[in-house]
């Protein structure tokens, strides 16, 4: 019988490439039919043919309160009786600034667009207008969005600098562009050693969330940060998934360390299209009309999207709310690893904050070289597909992150380790 979802799907093929608006919803890395949405509310989803899920995507973030919270759509629907948007300054937008800025001390100014993507393409251009250097570094297996710049892998020799790592980006982009790995300390210093200098900024994701869970070393993290600040190096924390996720003071603040830029999205946002790029002043500074880079967009700060935002900033600021949500997510964690130990399957698991690992291997990999040779991709395939039977809706791939909302009830971390019991046994 055609269900709803592959209807949809196959009439979506037609007029959206893939018949999807980002690539990683098409199942590919999974197979299958992806699902349709129609309905969440809370820590459920509701598919267009009426099925519920448990929902440990979170739109890959921003649902940290859970879908449809009842301040942030009356939020919104307060917003959005005042006109969606202006196009000139709103109060709104300093509130949000003088917030941010409140939770991330280290981003003493701020900027807002409408996505991960445009503030992170925006921080490696106000890094470079800064410091008037070209190269920047990377870490493989670390996403920051899809600007030009970004979609570049290691080069040949892992010293040298970047080949496109998609169709459509200029050899002559990519060479400016470093990738190392991650974790990696000595090969950090070596490339210091050799070009410090020259770099305009480095761009990590301080725990990564992009292939897998990935948990940095600190001793990476601090010869990094000194690194930089010996031979002038922008250092940006992209936090687009981690801030707010990990902790209200985002990685730096688990860390303790102090990045000259962070960018941000998703929970800023609520679930609505908000970007934000920020840090020391001196940096920002040279952002236009003040400076000479150029940066802009027509729905920057928007007064809808941030209301969702600012309300979403609020609502985690209750006391408590990490602590919870923290444990929560470990609760699922340790259920899991016990249900497959019971089986004898391999697979480990961790979290930080609101945010998880899943690997089928004997440990947490802690690197893009580990994880590509460890995970075992078919077992998380049918661990995927036995899940989704059972309502449980995770990242369709190997190498995502997953996410627990302050509505995930104990019920719910109760019934999936329960489907995951079942899709244990049917690996073992
Ligand atoms: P957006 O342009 O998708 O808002 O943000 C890009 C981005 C930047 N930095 C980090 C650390 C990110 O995780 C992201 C986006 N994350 C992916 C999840 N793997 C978004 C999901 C998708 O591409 O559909």
Request: aromatic content about 8%.
């Amino acid at each position: 019988m055609t269900t709803t979802n592959q209807t949809l799907f196959e009439k979506s093929q037609q007029l959206i490439p893939g018949g999807v608006n980002s690539p990683v919803r098409a199942f590919r890395s999974v197979g299958g039919t992806p699902v349709f949405f129609k309905k969440g509310l809370g820590s459920k989803l509701w598919d267009v043919d009426g099925k519920e899920y448990i929902d440990y995507i979170n739109s890959w973030g921003p649902m940290i309160l859970g879908h449809a919270h009842p301040e942030v759509v009356a939020a919104v629907q307060a917003a959005a009786a005042n006109s969606l948007s202006f196009g000139a300054p709103t109060g709104l937008e300093l509130e949000m600034a003088e917030l941010i800025n409140k939770l991330v001390p280290s981003m003493e100014q701020v900027r807002l667009n409408s996505s991960g993507t445009e503030a992170t393409m925006s921080a490696i251009r106000t890094a470079r207008g800064f410091t008037g250097r070209d190269k920047i570094i990377k870490f493989e297996g670390c996403y920051h969005g899809h600007s030009d710049g970004l979609l570049v892998k290691a080069g040949s020799g892992l010293l040298t600098f970047g080949e496109p790592d998609s169709g459509g980006v200029p050899a002559s982009v990519a060479a400016h562009t470093l990738t190392l790995e991650y974790n990696n300390t000595q090969q950090l210093e070596e490339i210091f050693r050799q070009m410090g200098d020259e770099i305009a900024c480095v761009i990590i994701e301080p725990v990564v969330g992009n292939m897998n869970l990935i948990v940095p070393h600190m001793e990476f993290l601090q010869t990094l940060r000194a690194l930089c600040t010996k031979h002038g190096t922008v250092l940006i924390f992209d936090e687009v998934m981690t801030g707010f996720r990990v902790a209200l003071g985002g990685a730096q603040s688990l860390y303790n360390i102090q990045p000259d830029m962070t960018t941000l999205g998703k929970v800023i946002g609520g679930g609505l299209p908000v970007g934000a790029f920020g840090g020391r002043k001196d940096i920002m500074q040279c952002l236009a009309p003040v400076g000479k880079v150029y940066q802009a967009g027509t729905l920057s700060g928007n007064p809808v999207a941030v209301s969702a935002g600012l309300t979403t900033l609020k609502l985690i600021q209750a006391a408590g709310f990490y602590d919870k949500l923290t444990a929560q997510t470990k609760k699922l964690m340790d259920g899991l690893v016990e249900a497959a130990k019971q089986v004898g399957v391999t697979f480990s698991a961790q979290s930080v904050g609101g945010m998880f690992g899943l690997y089928f291997s004997q440990t947490c990999p802690s690197s893009y070289a580990e994880i590509m040779r460890d995970n075992n991709k078919a077992h998380f395939n049918q661990f995927f597909h036995s899940m989704l039977d059972s309502g449980i809706y995770l990242g369709p791939s190997a190498f995502e992150a997953g996410f627990v909302s302050a509505a995930h009830t104990d019920g719910d971390i109760a019934y999936t380790i329960e489907a995951a019991r079942k899709a244990f046994a049917m690996l073992a």
